[in-house]
């Protein structure tokens, strides 16, 4: 009897460990994380073949493991997230910190898109239009004063002071004046307008898209260069460029490179001039093997260099 009872408890021992073996594991590296970049990368470890999660209580999404492991990327936000992993009934809880807006997608797209048309523009229309934006502004400021010195003059009029109709001829014959300079600035507009649609058509595929849409997608690919960016909730957070190597040993499409660089950097209220001078400096340094480069600032923007055997990678953030 004492036997059967041995060999019982070996049997139930044998069976938990066997139970054991066949229990679903999870794990995670770090349950803090600030995103790098464009997003935070959760990485860890499942005997499970998908696992589960939810961000801040959204709705469920899998991802899938690949012998053992995972690595899961979760785009930055300007708010805290709340990342919650299960597999089996095992959970994981993992923090992923905030991050500051760079700039509106709407302000990003108009400022690049501008800027971006400008340089398709030959330099005879590049002056036209700056003559003209220039000629434009002086114009209202002058339509301004015109329509202030008008209300004052009509008023004194009203309580009888005579004096003042000679200030409303006066005013009268400026405004004419005016509009006949308008006049003559609307041929010149017609050009610049005319200049500026065939330029947009030039630089079709450079340009950003009117809309776009909330987490990590590319804006812009040509054979220079990608343009892919993070959003959240309209808040621009994120900004990668994705460069060939090939493009920067050639002398052409290493000026197209340098001057979407510029743009981009530009628009999201940096020193382009400055920040291409010690991108230039990083880039041509060889005192370090490392696959990223330490970070570059100007007025509060952030920019880090990245490579691999292909491909250079510019992260800006804020």
Known sequence: MKKLIRIASIVALLLLGLAGCGRPTLSVK??????????????????HKQIRYRINNGSAKTESTNNGSFALTIPATTQSQRVVLSAGGVKQTVKVGKVNSLTTYQKLQRAYNQATIATALSKADQKRAAALQTQGTKLKREQVAIQQAVAVARKKLAKGDTSAAATLQAQAKKAAALKQQAAAMKQTQQMVEAAMK???????NQLLPTKSKDGIHNLVTTKDVTIRMNQDRQQVT???????VAAMKDKVRAKNFGLSFSILANSVGADAK??????QKQAKSKKTTKTTTKALHSNG???RIGYSTTTLYIYITK
């Not at 770090?30 to 005997?47: T, W």
């Not at 065939?198 to 079709?204: C, M």
């Not at 994120?238 to 060939?244: D, K, W």
Request: aromatic share 4%.
């Open 30 to 47: 770090n349950h803090q994380l600030k995103p790098d970049g464009l997003a935070a990368v959760i990485k860890g470890q499942s005997s």
């Open 198 to 204: 065939d330029a947009k058509s030039k630089v079709a």
């Open 238 to 244: 994120g900004i990668a460029m994705l460069v060939p």
């Open 274 to 279: 400055q920040i291409m001078k010690d991108f």
């Open 301 to 303: 923007v952030d920019f």
